[in-house]
T-cell receptor, first 111, second 113 residues
């Protein structure tokens, strides 16, 4: 079992819809969780991080963390074609700086 | 404020050679991390430098090394290159070691032939 798993996609959603991206992790000692967006040919950029159970909202983005079920998700409301990218989930264990990344989910938002 | 810069952007090397990549962090940032990104393995952490000291190290062979200078600029060296070292090498800077927010540079695309 990989430490951080994501469905590679592509996930295709129409413009204006909610895109839901999921990530599961295997280590129960994981404490901080990150979502990055990476456009084709570009470097990753941090969208948000979360470390407490529940939801964290930032604009159109909401991260949801459920440590009991060992998953973290990213919801993108009112999806736009400019949201089309690969979304990387990263996890850090408690006491460690070293992040483990998932392979990413490709999101396509079509007009 | 200028972002993270990496040089060179593209590099072609032959097996057995060595290579040095450079990263200049955002002004005021003291931590620099290096990552390797490949289609097969995804994004993997190499190491992190803070205050000229390696603070954390990923699971890579000793052929991969780095250093950081007093101005926080960092270099990464790969010796005895192998075909499998072909990858996008990214550096990321953050204010302090362990902070959540890190900013990636554009990367250096290394091709080993």
């Amino acid at each position: 079992q990989k430490e951080v798993e994501q469905n590679s996609g592509p996930l295709s959603v129409p413009e204006g819809a909610i895109a839901s991206l999921n990530c599961t992790y295997s280590d129960r000692g994981s404490q901080s969780f990150f979502w990055y967006r990476q456009y084709s040919g570009k470097s990753p950029e941090l969208i948000m991080f979360i470390y407490s159970n529940g939801d964290k909202e930032d604009g159109r983005f909401t991260a949801q963390l459920n440590k009991a079920s060992q998953y973290v998700s990213l919801l993108i409301r009112d999806s736009q074609p400019s949201d089309s990218a690969t979304y990387l989930c990263a996890v850090r264990k408690g006491g460690s700086y070293i992040p483990t990344f998932g392979r990413g989910t490709s999101l396509i938002v079509h007009p | 404020k200028a972002g993270v810069t990496q040089t060179p952007r593209y590099l072609i090397k032959t097996r057995g050679q060595q290579v040095t990549l450079s990263c200049s962090p955002i002004s005021g940032h003291r931590s620099v991390s290096w990552y390797q990104q490949t289609p097969g393995q995804g994004l993997q952490f190499l190491f992190e430098y803070f205050s000229e000291t390696q603070r954390n190290k990923g699971n890579f062979p000793g052929r991969f090394s780095g250093r950081q200078f007093s101005n926080s600029r960092s270099e990464m060296n790969v010796s005895t290159l192998e075909l499998g070292d072909s990858a996008l090498y990214l550096c990321a800077s953050s204010l302090e070691s362990g902070t959540y927010e890190q900013y990636f540079g554009p990367g250096t695309r290394l091709t080993v032939t």
